[in-house]
């Protein structure tokens, strides 16, 4: 397991307090899980995810991950609808945990826009982990 | 007892077995059937299909193929096996003679009432003893295992909310609850809202104040919890829900730290189901057969599963007349050999040796948590009931992890604890010992992981290897899990 300074946490996308990640794409935004979310769940060996079209609000619970420790539940960092589920994932979970910020689990089209900019910065999601 | 070569765990010549498929031979045969004198008759093909395929084996092929994969089994009739949340007692050999009784093991199970008196009066009786341990009014022994049990109470919950005309679609349901609570009360509907617990791992009624609400049809919380610690406020939390409208559920898995001591119905539990195959020493593992038999309060009684056993004068009967019941839940009377195992526990142990169990069980844990704590983290240091959870906070700067601890046991000779559960602790290693072990054998247990620790800090390596006197080495849990192979290779 990393240490917190082991931990790859890019600057360009913001963080929750459940440890995902958003990161705007145009019009839309990529829904991920952090670095250290993957390190602390190990191996993910099954990714549900939902279905393209579905509305969550802020803070839902939008699919779950299982690793072979537990499985948990992911939550939506902002509001909005479902565009694209990222499928590669259902053949190769193994890609969460080899590249938490290029395996996407779901991209949004927001509802609120505005609810990106109360996510976490890469500093306050590290300030949250150190505690 | 701190030699090394005390411990259970000892290298030594494991048999090797292949597959049946591999094993046998054309032709080879176990029995010799005599020659049929009834002409054989073609039947038609449409109703047949590929024949199974099954290798042609010698009796002592299959004897040998079954005693050898029994080697490399482990049970508590080998060892000691503290996995947390699971109360792996000893099973008495003599529950296994009552069940084999041949009047008992043979009753089919549908004779009419008037001729099977003495079945019916074992699960009328055992209703009784369910009912007087819990402090609860009726049972209904149905159930097939813990989780049926809850997804009876959730169907118990939604038919008493019913009857009131007022349907709720919310379940309070505590972070140190057993992981099946909420999978129980979405199948029956209802979304489960989940509860955080406090720094002591206690569940905090003004919390559940602010959550339980006329849309939330009551709580699912497990006493003593997936802390192995007992909820202190149980009857302050459930005022609160009652005064809403709302059910308590307990879930009775961690009843063997409470048998003769906790009246659940004092508790301000309406509903409760028991695991016969934890707490009343059936055997368990390898996913069955359990028994879950479901206790509730007299309000509730109406809605228990049909049909139910009653006594009329000195005679037993079926009813089924029952308008607000839930309907059955399982054919028959649930699964009949394991009530026959508890009920003959039961009167094996008395009300004196239930409640002298469950204290027994309570300080053997007690003891492990006390002499393992100075090197292994412990989350929440105070007095534990049945089952103590460290974590792998002490060995993360060697970078040895809960899994590699468990793993190591193995080669110790002890089957591992619970790792990873409950989710409140990071890296929980969850130790039950139950009553079943002496002062001996819990210290050999304890020398093994203080010597597992040692290993951790001088030779990691010996931890990351682990098992290495097993028949197999580490398993690839992750290949396992994402390509599992579910079939046997073709015999060709």
């Not at chain 1, 939550?75 to 945990?97: C, F, H, K, R, T």
């Not at chain 2, 050898?68 to 109360?87: A, E, H, I, K």
């Not at chain 2, 149905?142 to 109470?153: D, I, V």
Request: charged share 20%.
């Amino acid at each position: 397991m990393k240490e917190i300074d082991e931990l790859n946490l890019p600057d360009d996308i913001r963080y929750t307090d459940d440890h995902e990640w958003a990161k705007p794409a145009g019009d839309t935004v990529l829904v991920g899980v952090s670095d250290y979310a993957q390190d602390q769940m190990g191996d993910i060996v099954f990714v549900e995810l939902p279905a393209v079209g579905d509305t969550f609000a802020k803070g839902d619970e939008f699919g779950t991950l299982e690793s072979v420790k537990a499985v948990s539940e992911l939550y939506m960092p902002i509001s909005g609808q479902v565009v694209a589920v990222n499928i590669a994932l259902a053949d190769a979970p193994e890609l969460i945990n080899q590249q938490p910020y290029a395996s996407w689990l779901v991209e949004i089209k927001p509802s609120d826009p505005g609810e990106y900019e109360q996510l976490h910065d890469a500093a306050g999601y590290l300030q949250l982990l150190r505690g | 007892m701190s030699t090394t070569n005390e411990f259970p765990g000892t290298g030594g010549l494991i048999l090797n077995e292949p597959l049946l498929w591999h094993k046998g031979k054309k032709g080879r045969i176990g029995m010799s059937i005599p020659a049929g004198e009834v002409p054989a008759a073609a039947i038609d093909p449409l109703l047949v299909g590929e024949p199974a395929d099954f290798p042609d084996l010698s009796e002592v092929d299959v004897v040998r193929h079954y005693t050898r994969l029994s080697q490399w089994n482990f049970g508590v009739d080998s060892g000691m096996y503290p996995l947390g949340s699971c109360t792996m007692k000893y099973n008495p050999k003599t529950n296994e003679r009552q069940a084999a009784t041949p009047a008992i093991a043979a009753a089919h199970p549908m004779l009419a009432d008037e001729l099977c008196q003495g079945t019916l009066r074992l699960l009328h009786e055992l209703q009784t003893y369910l009912a007087a341990i819990t402090g609860l009014d009726a049972v209904s022994l149905q159930p097939a295992a813990g989780a049926h049990g809850e997804l009876t109470g959730m169907l118990i919950f939604h038919a008493w909310h019913r009857h009131r005309g007022a349907q709720r679609h919310k379940i309070l349901i505590p972070d140190t609850a057993h992981g099946t609570n909420p999978a129980s009360a979405a199948l029956c509907g209802y979304q489960a809202v989940a509860v955080k617990s406090d720094e002591r791992g206690m569940l905090d009624p003004a919390l559940v104040a602010e959550l339980m609400d006329e849309e939330t049809a009551g709580i699912m919380l497990t006493n003593p919890n997936t802390l192995g610690l007992f909820e202190e406020r149980i009857r302050e939390i459930a005022a609160i829900v009652h005064a809403k409208g709302g059910l308590v559920y307990g879930d009775g898995a961690n009843m063997n730290a409470v048998l003769g001591v906790m009246d659940a119905k004092r508790c301000g539990i309406d509903v409760l189901h028991l695991n016969l195959h934890k707490t009343f020493s059936t055997p368990h593992g390898g996913g069955g057969p359990g028994a879950g038999p479901v206790c509730v309060t007299g309000e509730l009684e109406p809605f228990l599963p049909v049909p139910r056993v009653v006594k009329e004068g000195d005679r037993y009967r079926l009813d089924s007349d029952r308008p607000l019941s839930v309907g059955r839940i399982h054919a028959f009377h649930g699964n009949f050999g394991v009530l026959v195992r508890a009920y003959s526990y039961i009167l094996s142990m008395g009300e004196a040796g239930l409640k002298r169990a469950s204290q027994l069980a309570v300080l053997n844990a007690n003891y492990v948590k006390e002499r393992l704590k100075d090197v292994l983290h412990l989350p929440y240091d105070r007095p534990c009931m049945h089952e103590c959870v460290f974590s792998d906070l002490k060995q993360q700067a060697q970078k040895i992890t809960t899994l590699d601890m468990a793993k190591r046991l193995i080669d110790y000779g002890y089957h591992p604890p619970t790792i990873y559960f409950p989710l409140v602790v990071h890296g929980a290693l969850m130790i039950e010992p139950t009553e079943t072990e002496c002062k001996d054998d819990l210290d050999q247990f304890i020398a093994a992981l203080r010597a597992i620790v040692r290993e951790a800090e001088e030779q990691p390596d010996l931890l990351r290897q682990a098992p290495q006197r097993t028949k197999v080495r580490r398993l690839d849990e992750v290949q396992a899990a994402r390509c599992p192979c579910l079939t046997g290779p073709s015999a060709v």
